[in-house]
Nanobody
């Protein structure tokens, strides 16, 4: 399984960004895809997850109101999972990673639960 994250950048507080995660190879083995973020010196923390088969996303409570995870299920679409981030704050500054887990999970699980990782995309929010 390969994951390619993109969409990060430098934005001002209050702006929006949409991150994309293209998943390829072995997609039939995936149960759950998640977004995580990490700042230097801190552990990688979960942001949101979604079943690979589609359905509702699950969020860390502190991000539920501003972030939305979704999957593009259209037949002709690449296997892409998005993270829409609104009303960004300086404390959202981090490297954002997408990850895949063969297991179908309900709820948010820690990063240690995920087997496959993309390379990360940097989001910087200025005040």
């Amino acid at each position: 399984v390969q994951l390619q994250a993109s969409g990060g950048g430098l934005v001002q507080a209050g702006a929006s960004l949409r991150l994309s995660c293209v998943v390829s190879r072995g997609t039939s083995t995936i149960g759950t895809v998640g977004w995580f973020r990490q700042v230097p010196g801190k552990e990688r923390e979960p942001v949101a997850t979604i079943p690979w088969s589609g359905g509702i996303g699950h969020y860390v409570d502190s991000m539920k109101a501003r972030f939305t995870i979704s999957r593009d299920n259209r037949h002709n679409a690449k296997n892409t999972v998005y993270l829409q981030m609104n009303s960004l704050k300086p404390e959202d500054t981090a490297v954002y990673y997408c990850a895949a887990d063969p297991r179908c999970r309900v709820g948010v699980a820690p990063s240690s639960s995920y087997d496959y990782w993309g390379q990360g995309t940097l989001v910087t929010v200025s005040s």
